[in-house]
């Protein structure tokens, strides 16, 4: 039984009452769990009856244990009861507690706001233009060339854009440090992928001649004992190549495709990328759409929510850079800032994704968007086939948690569905052009 307060910004306090044959059970479930810890003179270890053990620490003794076993399952129905949604940890208070009376307690706790549609069928969106021309075809070509170029010898000393073969080593004040030594490396002249200096006093240099290179590292560098300081790099060249392109013909496109012509892989290359064009476009108006609505709709978001999805967030990068050998603090440390400042540099996209995602939830409850148990049976399929494994081993390894999370997808992806379906595309407006400026 509970009664509830309603309080500000969606939240509210339940005062919550569990009877005295309830309490009483958990008392004596609190005595068989924790009884046996302790030591009576008189009765074997653990062994001391419960009237015993409240006689001599008084008989609150379980009471603290007792409660732990009951709150948890009279908050839920409390909640179920009155239909919320809780999004955070509630925050207790006992108000009453006693063998004879039972247990009062309550629970203030931040629900799931509620929102405030505003228009989400027949959404206006500008629609988005997605084009193929010429000239990206032919980037594309040209970046298959680049891909398929080989590098031959030339004898003359090295110029921009040249790639050289190298050993050098490093040192700052005549001593070596680590990192700064290598032998028949490859780098590209120009491409400024060394210290800077460093490949701009490589020009000139013929195969076998060894010279001196000065170099200051930057202030702000990865390795903080070589930040700011002046080094010597011994360089030996050994070799000097440039870059030699395939010719582009049927030859060529043979080599790096299935076709026989270059007008058949020129064409494949066009029908694949109008395609990925296509979903572009289709992904663009989706999120215009979604975009719109959640921009028409009204809703205060809690703090915890976005807290929550924040950390998510940071986990997420976390994890991605973990696949590179990286970690978040290496990464703070390198770019200059710290785990709590790139979290709140997260603090407005979580607050969108947050939004978007009530929203989203908030159409599919207004329109009763469901989904099936064959629309399920469907989706668990697709992850089986995803994951690799036969639909009914899969099944066996998913939980009811699972379950409920896919379903939920299914429900926000039939919900975008529905709110894009009914969008009304309108022309882009044109940006207006630059001022012309007199000399």
């Known amino acids: 039984m509970a009664s509830i307060e309603k309080l500000e910004h969606d939240r509210v306090k339940l005062t919550i009452e569990v009877d005295a044959d309830t309490f009483g059970a958990a008392l004596q ?22 009237k015993v053990i409240e006689s001599m620490y008084g008989e609150g003794v379980f009471y603290e244990d007792a409660f732990e076993l009951c709150w948890g399952e009279a908050y839920d129905e409390a909640l179920e009861e009155n239909g919320f949604i809780a999004v955070d940890k509630p925050s207790i208070d006992i108000e009453k507690i006693s063998r004879e009376e039972g247990l009062v307690f309550t629970a203030e706790v931040q629900l799931k706001p509620e929102v405030k549609l505003g228009a989400y069928k027949g959404i206006e969106v500008e629609k988005p233009t997605y084009t193929v021309e010429d000239a990206d075809v032919d980037a594309v070509i040209e970046q298959e060339r680049e891909k398929n170029a080989r590098f031959v010898d030339v004898e003359r000393p090295v110029e921009n854009g040249d790639r050289v073969i190298i050993d050098y080593s490093g040192s700052v004040d005549g001593v070596r440090f680590d990192g700064g030594t290598a032998t028949e490396q490859t780098l590209v002249i120009g491409s400024n992928t060394f210290i800077p200096g460093f490949e701009e ?19 702000e560098y990865h390795a903080e004992n070589l930040a700011g300081k002046d080094a010597v790099f011994a360089v030996k060249l050994h070799g000097v190549q440039v870059k030699e392109l395939p010719a582009l013909d049927d030859e060529f496109a043979k080599d790096v495709s299935e076709f026989d012509t270059l007008a058949e892989l020129i064409a494949d290359k066009r029908r694949a990328m109008e395609e990925q064009a296509a979903k572009n476009e289709k992904t663009a108006i989706e999120n215009l759409a979604i975009k719109a609505v959640c921009d028409g709709a009204e809703v205060e978001i809690p703090e915890c929510m976005i807290e929550r999805q924040a950390n998510y967030m940071l986990r997420d990068m976390g994890y991605r850079l973990q696949m590179s050998g990286i970690t ?28 978007m995602q009530l929203v989203i939830e908030a159409v599919g409850k207004a329109e009763n968007v469901s989904c099936s148990d064959e629309e399920l049976e469907a989706v668990i399929a697709e992850y089986a086939e995803n994951s690799g494994m036969p639909a009914e081993d899969f099944k066996k390894q998913i939980s009811d948690d699972d379950r409920e999370y896919l379903t939920d ?31």
Request: net charge positive; with cysteine; charged share 35%.
């Open 328 to 355: 978040l603090e290496d990464y703070c440390k390198y770019v200059g800032t710290d785990l709590n400042a790139l979290k709140e540099s997260y603090r407005e996209e979580a607050k969108g994704r947050v939004k």
């Open 201 to 219: 006093q490589l020009v000139g240099m013929t195969v076998g001649e060894e010279r001196d290179i000065q170099v200051t590292f930057p202030a």
């Open 29 to 50: 479930q609190a005595y068989v769990k924790n009884g046996r810890h302790y030591n009576i003179a008189g009765f074997r270890k653990g062994k001391a009856p419960r």
């Open 409 to 439: 997808r299914k429900v926000a992806e039939k919900t975008v569905e529905l709110i894009v379906s009914s969008v009304q595309l309108v022309p882009e407006k044109k940006k207006p052009e630059p001022e012309k400026t007199e000399e």
